[in-house]
């Protein structure tokens, strides 16, 4: 298998997160983000990391985009810090935030990168949190400002722009779990950022086709296939109760679906309660290709513990199944399996896998890493993609996660999933043997 084997116009890239790698977290001009507050929170962090530094992009982004381009990507993917630009969410501009963003995509462009800009990537700045951040109706009107200045100050030289990253991991890990910033819990907290970033979605996409010529606009969504632990009813039931969650969520109002609900009664007097019905139009967007980010699948079991959904997950260990650093079972068919369900979608046209990757424990020996296991991950997951793409998957692009070894949210800097190690101490980058493979994958 070779990187030909997909075709001429195939995009390969690399996918990145201001929060993960930029660093300058309090410096000129940034505002806080709910990340940086989160992280000054006890045992929120694994190993008490924080995203103060990370890896230093902010000043070593020239070094970066290089590596990107001796990898052999042509693309890469990055997002806009909002605090950075718009320090307290709205109203007052820092300068000097929009020259950064500025001169990243000059260097993008200068070494015929293709720039992806993400608009939002979990960092809400932490004054908006203060006022209810997504579960309050106000977010929308101040996100919607953040859009409309990104689009207008970059959309000349960007084209290809994400809307969100992943809306069911912030909404669920920041609003219901609280294991992610800004460490909300519960049902009601859930619901409402639910409605409010589906809101989002839609309108963040109508402001890029207002204000960008020629924009490829996306929306990013996390996920998985799910797979009932057994055929009992009750494990199928709850099986379908995480596909709504976790599938079904945020991709259906954006096709102007009718809000998901698998016959779910919380969800069903949810949407009945809040009247979805009359958001269904400000709920779509045509979007011009779907992101899907995709790492491991699920298998789910019926759990009348597990208040609300009811449901839990078999880990990948119990089942003895292979497993990254994460304890996220590897599945290249499940890969497969979930493109084709998003895939059988009619009105989805377009797809890009915007992140795919995995972390390992990798050990620098004599001055390399040889992390075998991440390209035997790489190359399973390629073939799937290829057989996905062959049967009929409208799948046009690949975007690895991550360049670099980073900032992962709650793991803290333990998780590592980059092609490219970074030792924080030193900020030196060092090229694994997974980053190697990939600039030869790339060559043929």
Known sequence: MHSSDFGPDFTWGIATAATQIEGAANNYGKGLSIWDTFAGKLGKIKNGGNPKIACDFYHKYSEDLALVKL??????????????VLPLGRGKINKEGLKFYHDVIDACLALDLTPYVTLYHWDLPEALSKEGGWTVYSINEAFNEFVRLCAVEYGYKVKNWIVLNEPFGYTSLGYMLGV??????????????????????????????????????STTFSCSKIIPYTDKQADLMAAERVNCLMNRLFIEPALGLDFPTANWDILEKFAISNSIWRYKEKMAFDFDFIGLQNYFPLVIKYN???????????????????????????????????IMQFASYPAIKNIIITENGAAFNDKMMNGAIHDQERINYFKAYLAALLKAKKDGAPVTGYLVWTLIDNFEWAEGYKAKFGLVHNDFKTQKRTIKNSGYWWQNFLKK
């Open 71 to 84: 990898l052999g990507f042509k693309a890469f993917r990055f997002s806009i810090a909002w605090s950075r």
């Open 180 to 217: 992610h910033a800004p460490g909300l819990t519960g049902l009601d907290n859930f619901l409402n950022a639910v409605k409010h970033t589906a809101i989002a979605q839609a309108e963040g996409g109508k402001i890029l086709r207002s204000e960008v010529i020629n924009a490829n606009i």
């Open 304 to 338: 009348t513990f597990v208040p609300v959904v009811n449901a839990w997950e078999v880990k990948a260990k119990s089942r003895h199944k292979p497993y990254t650093a994460m304890g996220w079972e590897i599945n290249a068919d499940s890969f497969y399996d979930i």
